[in-house]
Antibody
Framework: EVQLVESGGVVVQPGGSLRLSCAAS????????MHWVRQVPGKGLERVSLITWDGGYTFYADSVKGRFTISRDNSKNSLYLQMNRLRSEDSALYFC??????????WGQGTPVIVSS | EIVMTQSPATLSVSPGERATLSCRASQSVGSTLAWYQQKIGQAPRLLIY???TRATGVPARFSGRGSGTEFTLTISSLQYEDFAVYYC??????????FGQGTKLEI
């Protein structure tokens, strides 16, 4: 069974930094492109970033470009999102997501990030 | 960026009734359209991909149709567990995939 378990979400002050982690199991992690998708409570879904299986290609939404960095450690079956210079509009539930052939097919339960003073 | 527009925003129906949700793309996405179901406090769950293919374990009462810019998700006979928010997503324009704003299905 595919499992994605996010962690690292907390309350942080504007301008602060945070690192999210995602532990993957139940599939061959290094075969898949992985994503971070976020959702403001009661709102829709927004793609944040993705990284290919080998880390050779990364993509960022314009809203986070230059502030967030996605990475992975295939030896640990783990995905990360380093979030710097956080803003109030970054407050959301962050999901770790697996992609299969361009299709987002499995989601973690999410970890909440609250940016507030 | 391809904009996905869902309608209606909220759909009120009764258990046992049929529900039809719509999704429109601002430009053609072929058949690269997925539907997700999200219940309160849960992660989205993939229901339909390729516009009409049910994901593993999805009941046959869920069906998807459409291509190009117009898509529908139909739930033939609503069960209580189907009341949730449904999102469409295009993945034709990778990595610039986009989601609709969601349709809330309520009793």
């Amino acid at each position: 069974e595919v499992q994605l378990v996010e962690s690292g979400g907390v309350v942080v002050q504007p301008g602060g930094s945070l690192r999210l982690s995602c532990a993957a199991s139940g599939f061959t992690f290094n075969d898949y492109t992985m994503h971070w998708v976020r959702q403001v409570p009661g709102k829709g879904l927004e793609r944040v970033s993705l990284i290919t299986w080998d880390g050779g290609y990364t993509f960022y939404a314009d809203s986070v470009k230059g502030r967030f960095t996605i990475s992975r450690d295939n030896s640990k079956n783990s995905l990360y999102l380093q979030m710097n210079r956080l803003r109030s509009e970054d407050s959301a539930l962050y999901f770790c997501v697996r992609e299969r052939g361009r299709l987002v097919d499995h989601w973690g339960q999410g970890t909440p990030v609250i940016v507030s003073s | 960026e391809i904009v996905m527009t869902q309608s209606p925003a909220t759909l009120s129906v009764s258990p046992g009734e049929r529900a039809t949700l719509s999704c429109r793309a601002s430009q053609s996405v072929g058949s690269t359209l997925a539907w997700y179901q999200q219940k309160i406090g849960q992660a989205p769950r993939l229901l339909i991909y390729g516009a009409s293919t049910r994901a593993t374990g999805v009941p046959a009462r869920f069906s998807g149709r459409g291509s190009g810019t117009e898509f529908t998700l139909t739930i033939s006979s609503l069960q209580y567990e189907d009341f949730a928010v449904y999102y469409c997503q295009q993945y034709n324009d990778w990595p610039m995939y986009t989601f609709g704003q969601g349709t809330k299905l309520e009793i």
